[in-house]
C-alpha cells in the first residue's frame, strides 16, 4: 500500500509565503511524475504544479514566478514552495504522483490534501 501524505498547510496572511510538503511512504515502488493540484470552494480541481523524475517542471499560468516546485534527493518527497499569496490562492491543495507498484503499470495516487486559507 503507498500512501502520500501533505503537510505544511494553514493560514496565511496576503503577500505571505507557505511551504507545503508531501512524502511517499509503502513497499516496492517506483514514483514517476509528481505534482500539486488544487480545489478552491465551487471550483474544479486544477493543476498547480509538477515535476518530472528528470527534474522537468510545468507550472500554472497563475502561479508562475511565485511558486517553486522541487523534490528531494530520493525523489520520495516533493515540496511547493509559494510566495506572495493572495486570496485566489485560497483552496485545498493535493500531492499528486504516478506511481508504479511492483511490477504494475505507474497509476495516479492522491494525498488526503492541506487547506491553505490566505486572509488578512
Known amino acids: 500500500q503507498v500512501q502520500l501524505v501533505e503537510s505544511g498547510g494553514g493560514p496565511v496572511q496576503p503577500g505571505g509565503s507557505l511551504t507545503l510538503s508531501c512524502r511517499a511512504s509503502?513497499?516496492?515502488?517506483?514514483?514517476?511524475?509528481m505534482g500539486w493540484y488544487r480545489q478552491a470552494p465551487g471550483k474544479q480541481r486544477e493543476l498547480v504544479a509538477r515535476?518530472?523524475?528528470?527534474?522537468?517542471?510545468e507550472y500554472a499560468d497563475s502561479v508562475k514566478g511565485r511558486f517553486t516546485i522541487s523534490r528531494d534527493r530520493t525523489k520520495l518527497a516533493q515540496f511547493l514552495q509559494m510566495r506572495n499569496l493572495n486570496s485566489e490562492d485560497t483552496a485545498v491543495y493535493f500531492c499528486?504522483?504516478?506511481?508504479?507498484?511492483?511490477?504494475?503499470?505507474?497509476?495516479?495516487?492522491w494525498g488526503q490534501g492541506t487547506q491553505v486559507i490566505v486572509s488578512s
Open positions: 509503502g513497499n516496492d515502488f517506483m514514483i514517476y511524475e
Open positions: 515535476i518530472a523524475r528528470g527534474e522537468r517542471t
Open positions: 499528486n504522483a504516478n506511481i508504479g507498484v511492483g511490477r504494475l503499470d505507474p497509476a495516479p495516487y
